[in-house]
């Protein structure tokens, strides 16, 4: 039941509102006294200044570029840390010289903390990039200003960002290689145990599969992303191994490793392979690059040799070798890789070769045709259907004389339609004449057996072929 309500006594209004008065004034009188405005004015100001560091307001002087106004009571925010006082110029951090385009940070001018000498402050790591995933630069951004971003980090913005943003710099072309090689470990091991126990394996158990039981799917075998990872992972753990793995990526399809340092060696060759072979095919490919390696030893031991295993590109299927699209795709990666590997060398430029087999011949091609070229000091042409053009064309730090081509005799390539397509006669017409060095070949070595060894026929025991010994010079910078 509703009642009505009563309008209250005129004496007992009165009453009230005076009581109500006194108490507001006994309120401010104790804020007063307890300096509670000063108190509150620094935690606004460190509100401020957190918001700040995510660059997404103003300075509390309404200057975006100026720096932050101390708070009034002792001159340091409630978490210790320490500010310029807006009267002073702003010091500026160790890595302020960060490259002023793609990779350069939008706050990069923010002031390091400054206080007494006699007192100590703990300067958290800086987020560069305002943090989530922009710890690190942009995918796009050029390996030179990557480097330049990453040289410019203290150690604890080095650890912060190998903490934080792992998956976007450990592919990154600019990222010194023992960086790269750290976190793609960390990677692959964590990918092992996770597929292991996804299928219910011990990696003993998945290991006594061959490969072909593996491709054929017999029952119980592992899937074959498994198997290639838990080989992958016993060859770069194996004692003596002195692998470096620089792009695992299952999802994009690329597998980058480099048997040996590129960034330390003397001499570093690259080798890009043809149709159909997936980053599955990586073991396979490091064989390859291991024979490299020993073939170049045996011209120079003295010198320091490391060969990659480049499967950064989406190969074609045999339906798409015919055509270009491939190469052109992968012509960038290509550039910004062997750029890449300019900028991360540690002491004097080494000596580098790029070795394109088969379909692989076709993205160095392109790579190299373009205005911009790769900066390599060798190329080699192995089993190739063409580089759609000719030599001439090519754009790097060589001259013709350091385009060396090997073309067998026994090379189905020969026999093939295929070559009709990426302008085989632009590469093999006048071939003496142009100037290139052309590789001896043996007269049974097929299109796979380039980068092979042999058996030798008096002491039975495994030999460099011809074309491993005029690679291994090259590689060498002796041939």
Not at 191 to 213: H, I, K, N
Not at 215 to 237: C, F, H, I, N, Y
Request: proline letters at 7%; aromatic letters at 6%; charged letters at 30%.
């Amino acid at each position: 039941m509703l009642r009505p309500r009563r309008a209250p006594e005129r004496g007992a209004s009165l009453v009230e509102y005076g009581a109500v008065i006194l108490l507001v004034a006994g309120i401010v009188a104790t804020v007063a006294l307890t300096d509670v405005p000063s108190r509150v004015g620094g935690m606004f100001s460190h509100g401020m200044d957190c918001v700040l560091r995510l660059g997404e307001c103003e300075r509390p002087d309404g200057d975006p570029d100026g720096p932050q106004a101390a708070p009034e009571d002792d001159g340091a925010p409630p978490d210790g840390r320490v500010v310029v006082p807006p009267d002073e110029e702003a010091a500026q951090p160790e890595n302020a010289d960060l490259p002023e385009e793609e990779g350069r940070p939008g706050n990069a001018d923010l002031p390091t903390a400054v206080g007494p000498a006699d007192e100590e402050v703990v300067v958290e790591p800086v987020s560069w990039f305002g943090g989530g995933p922009e710890l690190a630069p942009d995918p796009e951004t050029k390996p030179d200003e990557v480097n330049d971003w990453w040289e410019g980090l203290s150690e604890a913005e080095r650890e912060e960002v190998m903490r934080e943003e792992p998956e976007h710099i450990r592919d990154l072309d600019g990222v010194p290689a023992e960086i790269r090689n750290e976190l793609n470990r960390e990677f692959l091991d964590a990918e092992v145990e996770r597929l292991l126990e996804e299928e219910g394996q011990s990696a003993d158990e998945a290991l006594e599969f061959t490969l072909d039981e593996v491709r054929d799917d017999v029952p119980g075998a592992p899937s074959l992303e498994l198997w290639e990872m838990l080989k992958l992972q016993r060859t770069v753990s194996a004692d003596g191994s002195d692998h470096y793995i620089l792009t695992l990526d299952p999802d994009e399809g690329r597998a980058i490793v480099s048997t040996g340092n590129p960034d330390t060696a003397d001499n570093v060759a690259t080798l890009v392979p043809g149709t159909g072979i997936e980053w599955t095919a990586i073991n396979g490919q490091l064989g390859r690059a291991q024979n490299l390696r020993d073939a170049a030893t045996r011209v120079d031991e003295e010198a320091d040799h490391a060969v990659v295993s480049w499967i950064g590109y989406d190969t074609p299927s045999w339906g798409q070798a015919p055509f270009g699209g491939k190469a052109e795709d992968g012509k960038d990666d290509l550039q910004d890789f062997q750029y890449g590997l300019r900028v991360t060398h540690e002491g004097g430029p080494s000596n580098n070769t790029l070795i394109g087999h088969s379909y692989g011949s076709v993205v160095v091609g392109h790579a190299a045709r373009n205005d911009s070229g790769v900066y390599v000091d060798n190329i080699v042409l192995v089993g190739s259907p063409g580089i759609g053009g000719s030599v001439d064309e090519l754009n790097f730090d060589g001259d013709v004389g350091d385009v060396h081509v090997a073309m067998s005799d026994e090379d189905w390539i020969n026999q093939n339609t295929l070559k009709g397509f990426h302008d085989y006669d632009g590469l093999y017409d006048d071939l003496e004449q142009s100037g290139v060095s052309i590789i001896d070949t043996g007269p049974e070595t097929e299109h796979d057996g380039y980068f092979n060894q042999q058996e030798d026929e008096n002491s039975g025991e495994k030999v460099d072929t011809i074309e491993l010994r005029q690679f291994g010079g090259i590689i060498a910078g002796a041939g």
